[in-house]
Each structure stands twice: as C-alpha cells, then as structure tokens.
C-alpha cells in the first residue's frame, strides 16, 4: 500500500462506511495488494483486540480481513504447500 493512513487505519475506514460487509472485502483485497500486507494489518487488529476488548471496530476489522485472505487465490494461500513436490496419484 502505498503511504498515508495503514491498511488497519484504512480497514477502520472501511468498517465506517459500508453497511455491506462483501463491499468492504473487495475494496480490501484491491487496496491491501497482497497476503503479507494482511496478515500485518490482522496482527495490528488482534493487539487491539488484546489491549481492550470492547473495541468493536477492530472486532468487525478482524472480520473484514478474514474475509478479505479467504478471497485470496487458493496458489498464494496454499503454494508453499505444493512448492518442490510432486503430486501423487
């Protein structure tokens, strides 16, 4: 992502303005551009989760990125798996 605001600020950004929850995860996946970026911004949202529980934007924000790694291509999630070996049939 490019500067400005992180990807966690921006997925509070987006908890803000859409009602529509499948909305959001498309605008995620296109803004946050890859798996590693995710996965930072799910760690951010967990450690806020952790220092105070009642913070439901990084509940649903931890929801949001869930969904947005689950639209994720199956290779990018799962390719270290398949790397260097030969299927068995």
Do not use: C, W
Not at 9 to 33: C, K, P
Not at 66 to 87: K, T
Request: no cysteine; hydrophobic share 35%; aromatic share 4%.
């Amino acid at each position: 992502m490019s500067a400005g605001p992180s990807l966690a600020e921006r997925i509070d950004e987006l908890v803000g303005e859409h009602a529509a929850t499948d909305d959001a995860i498309r605008q995620l996946v296109s803004e946050a551009g890859d798996r590693e970026s995710l996965e930072a911004a799910r760690v951010e949202l967990q450690r806020r989760v952790r220092r105070n529980s009642a913070d439901h934007d990084a509940v649903k924000g931890l929801r949001l990125v869930s969904g947005a790694l689950q639209q994720l291509p199956r290779d990018e999630v799962y390719g270290f798996f398949n790397r260097g070996r030969r299927r068995s049939r």
